[in-house]
């Protein structure tokens, strides 16, 4: 269930170069002029400046008038952002962002869903109950579009439960690794185990057992990452 590169002029010379610098093709200390951008990219000179000022945004060029547009070393890069760790998975890079995403989620999620039993709502549990058993259902069924949709609105919902927002801030990378495992699934399919434990995990919230809510989320983790 791979997902379409950008259609737009832009989104796809973003996807060019930023693939470009996170694969390597383009290695840090690499200066690029807009002509060789638009070399490269295929595309119009207003495109490439626009995908540049992104990049930039993002941490992977830095641009200094006269002088082009400097790759950054991957300590500079904002780790955060949906499209980096995509283009990260899609990279040679791939088995130390996976690790590296993994480590970030065991940080991270079990207190998640430990504050998500203690702070959640009725309302909250209500719509966790019932996206536990639309995930159980997919399952089911086996059918991974509904499956990841289910799977992304959980983990979506069990931070907004947990009402921090710094926590918050790491869903993204979150989503993009739940992503990336249903486009990884196995001939097998969806494990019906995997779906379970979210039931489980859905129950312990609304049970407001955060003990139990965040051992958990760190087998889910661990089965998952």
Same mark, same amino acid.
């Given at each position: =269930?791979?997902?379409? $590169?950008?259609?737009?002029?832009?989104?796809?010379?973003? @996807?060019r170069?930023?693939? #470009?610098?996170?694969?390597? +093709?383009?290695p840090? +200390?690499?200066?690029?002029?807009?002509?060789?951008?638009? #070399?490269?990219?295929?595309?119009?000179r207003?495109?490439? *400046?626009? !995908?540049?000022?992104?990049?930039? +945004? =993002?941490?992977?060029?830095?641009?200094?008038?006269?002088?082009?547009?400097?790759?950054?070393?991957?300590?500079?890069?904002?780790?955060?952002? $949906?499209?980096?760790? *995509?283009? %990260?998975?899609?990279?040679?890079r791939r088995?130390?962002?996976? /690790?590296a995403?993994?480590?970030? *989620?065991t940080?991270?999620?079990?207190e998640?869903?430990?504050?998500?039993?203690?702070?959640?709502?009725?309302?909250? !549990?209500?719509?966790?109950?019932?996206?536990?058993? %639309?995930?159980?259902a997919?399952?089911v069924r086996?059918? $991974?579009? %509904?499956?990841?949709?289910? @799977?992304?609105? /959980? &983990?979506?919902?069990?931070?907004?439960?947990? %009402?921090?927002?710094?926590? @918050?801030?790491?869903?993204?990378?979150?989503?993009?690794?739940?992503? #990336?495992?249903?486009?990884?699934? $196995?001939?097998?399919?969806? #494990? &019906? &185990? @995997?779906a379970?434990? &979210?039931?489980?995990?859905?129950?312990?919230?609304?049970?407001?057992? +955060?003990?139990?809510?965040?051992?958990? =989320?760190?087998?889910i983790?661990?089965?998952?990452?």
């Amino acid at each position: =269930m791979s997902r379409a $590169p950008g259609t737009s002029a832009f989104e796809r010379t973003l @996807d060019r170069i930023g693939t #470009d610098i996170v694969d390597g +093709g383009l290695p840090a +200390g690499t200066v690029c002029t807009v002509d060789e951008l638009v #070399d490269r990219s295929g595309h119009s000179r207003s495109v490439v *400046r626009e !995908a540049t000022r992104v990049l930039s +945004g =993002m941490g992977l060029l830095a641009s200094k008038a006269h002088v082009g547009h400097t790759v950054q070393p991957s300590s500079s890069w904002d780790w955060l952002q $949906p499209r980096v760790l *995509r283009w %990260a998975l899609a990279s040679g890079r791939r088995e130390s962002t996976l /690790l590296a995403i993994r480590e970030l *989620r065991t940080a991270t999620e079990p207190e998640s869903a430990r504050l998500a039993a203690e702070r959640r709502s009725d309302d909250d !549990a209500r719509e966790l109950r019932v996206t536990s058993e %639309a995930l159980r259902a997919a399952a089911v069924r086996q059918d $991974p579009i %509904a499956f990841l949709e289910a @799977d992304l609105l /959980l &983990h979506r919902l069990i931070r907004r439960a947990a %009402a921090n927002p710094i926590l @918050d801030r790491v869903g993204d990378a979150v989503d993009e690794a739940l992503r #990336d495992r249903v486009d990884q699934l $196995p001939g097998d399919g969806i #494990d &019906h &185990h @995997d779906a379970a434990l &979210h039931t489980d995990l859905a129950s312990a919230i609304e049970a407001q057992d +955060g003990e139990r809510a965040a051992a958990t =989320m760190r087998v889910i983790i661990l089965r998952t990452a």
